[in-house]
T-cell receptor, first 110, second 110 residues
Framework: DGGITQSPKYLFRKEGQNVTLSCEQN?????MYWYRQDPGQGLRLIYY???????QKGDIAEGYSVSREKKESFPLTVTSAQKNPTAFYLC?????????FGSGTRLTVV | GQQVMQIPQYQHVQEGEDFTTYCNSS?????IQWYKQRPGGHPVFLIQ?????EVKKQKRLTFQFGEAKKNSSLHITATQTTDVGTYFC??????????FGKGTSLLVTP
């Protein structure tokens, strides 16, 4: 079945660590996105990529980095510069009208 | 930039009652999309509205797009416990990524 796979489902990060969240899709979609969800805040755009080897900052890109070396993959790195990283991270892709979302990664700073 | 606002933030209804959530944009939208996120889950695409004044139905759900293409609503007739979740509207921000409202969380008690 086609879809988006995010891993891990839960991730714990120590202060000062960088962590990388995986996002893989087999939908053959060009556009991919990363959103952050906090309680009561909706979804806020971190980065997006419309094509391989190209990506753009979203509204809250500070403290995050991405790469898009393959069409199928769009990993997100949460760096130590992100001061409040505890959140639910959602990856999405778009092939037609709407987004297809992965099941998310819940990141907690310990 | 574009802002998408939703009201109410929360709604608690008895099973069988109707429910409506409203979405307003600070700018004219080319189209608007609606998503549903079940508790603990990820957003799932419901529908896209494109035309001014458009009305679409999906079983007990009725979606409307305003005449000025700056507002939209989702109405659920005779809610069921399966309708529980958060409903998001979203519009395109600069044509590259969706800008989501903060969502309306619906709780249905039997």
């Amino acid at each position: 079945d086609g879809g988006i796979t995010q891993s891990p489902k839960y991730l714990f990060r120590k202060e000062g660590q960088n962590v990388t969240l995986s996002c893989e899709q087999n939908l053959n979609h060009d556009a991919m996105y990363w959103y952050r969800q906090d309680p009561g805040q909706g979804l806020r755009l971190i980065y997006y990529s419309q094509i391989v080897n190209d990506f753009q900052k979203g509204d809250i890109a500070e403290g995050y980095s991405v790469s898009r070396e393959k069409k199928e993959s769009f990993p997100l790195t949460v760096t130590s510069a992100q001061k409040n990283p505890t959140a639910f991270y959602l990856c999405a892709s778009r092939g037609g009208y709407g987004y297809t979302f992965g099941s998310g990664t819940r990141l907690t700073v310990v | 930039g574009q802002q998408v606002m939703q009201i109410p933030q929360y709604q608690h209804v008895q099973e069988g009652e109707d429910f409506t959530t409203y979405c307003n944009s600070s700018t004219t939208l080319s189209n608007i999309q609606w998503y549903k996120q079940r508790p603990g889950g990820h957003p799932v695409f419901l529908i896209q509205l494109v035309k001014s004044g458009e009305v679409k139905k999906q079983k007990r759900l009725t979606f409307q797009f305003g005449e000025a293409k700056k507002n939209s609503s989702l109405h659920i007739t005779a809610t069921q416990t399966t309708d529980v979740g958060t409903y998001f509207c979203a519009g395109w921000d600069s044509g590259y990524a969706l800008n989501f409202g903060k969502g309306t969380s619906l709780l249905v008690t039997p």
